[in-house]
C-alpha cells in the first residue's frame, strides 16, 4: 500500500521495512491494472496517508483485523474497500495487515466494477456493498489459497471476468481521457470536446458517467499527481509550479491544499520525514 506517491520498488517481492510485497508476475486483466499482495510480517502496524491519483483502489483484505478509512466522506472498519477517484486525501489504520490492492486505471474501473464510477461518488465504499457476495467468496478463495501468486493470478482471472461481461467506456471518453494524461492535465475542456466533435455539455455528460469525475476535475487531479510526485520527490515549489503548468506558484498551492489537504512546504516535509 502506498504512503503518498512512494512504495517499494517494481518487482516480485520487497522486504523492506517489515513488510512483504509481492506482485502479479503476467497477468490477462485489462491494460493499465496493477496488483499487489501485502503482509505486515513485523507487525509494525499501518498508519498511512494517502493522497489521491489518478486510479481506483481497490483492497481486498485477507485478515481478520479491519482497516480503519478516515476521509471526508468515511470514518469506519472495513475488511476490503473501493476508493473511488478521491476529492481529498484518506488515512488508513491497521494492525497485521494482509491484503491484495488493485489500482484501476479509470478507462478499466467502469467495466470491473461493473457500476458508473459516477456511482460511488468520490468516497471510499464497502467493497460487499457494491459486489455483494461476490466480495465476500473472493475473499474466501484468496484467503485459503496458499501463495501470493497464486491469490494474484486468482484476483486476476476474476477481474479479467467481470471486464469481459461489461461494455468499455466509449471510444471519445477513452480518446479524451488519454489526452488528459499525455497532456499531464494541460487541457481546455472546450478544445478537447472539440477535438473529438461533441459538445462541450455533450462531454461533461459522458465524460463523468463513466469515469466519475468531470473533465475538468480530471484534469486537476492529473496535474496534481505530477506536481505531487515532484514535490515528494524534493523540487522547489517554484520548478513545480511552472514545470506543471500552474499559473503560479499560488495556484499550485491551492490545488495541493485541496487535494493533499496541507501545503505543498508541508506535502514534501511529511513526505521526507516518513523516509
Partial sequence: M?????????????SENGWEVTRLLGGTAPDGVRMAGF???ASVGLDMQVLP???????IGLGED???VESATAHRPLRSFVAALSPGPARIRGENVECVEVCLPPLAAHAVLGVSPRELDGSVNGLEDLWGRHARHLREQLTDTPTWQERLMLTDA???????????VSPEVAAAWDTIVARRGRVRVAGLATSLGWSR??????FTDQIGLTPKRAAMLVRFDHAARALCAGENADSVAAACGYADQSHLHRDV???????????ADRSTSAG
Avoid at 2 to 14: E, L, S, T, V
Avoid at 53 to 59: A, E, G, I
Fill in 257 to 267: 491544499t485541496a487535494l493533499a489537504g496541507c501545503t505543498p512546504r508541508a506535502l
Fill in 39 to 41: 503482509r505486515d510480517r
Fill in 53 to 59: 491519483q489518478p486510479v481506483v483502489v481497490v483492497v
Fill in 158 to 168: 476474476f477481474l479479467t471476468r467481470r471486464a469481459a461481461s461489461t461494455p468499455p
Fill in 66 to 68: 479491519p482497516l480503519t
Fill in 201 to 206: 455539455k455533450r462531454l461533461w455528460s459522458r
Fill in 2 to 14: 502506498r504512503r503518498h506517491h512512494g512504495g517499494p520498488a517494481p518487482g516480485n517481492r520487497d
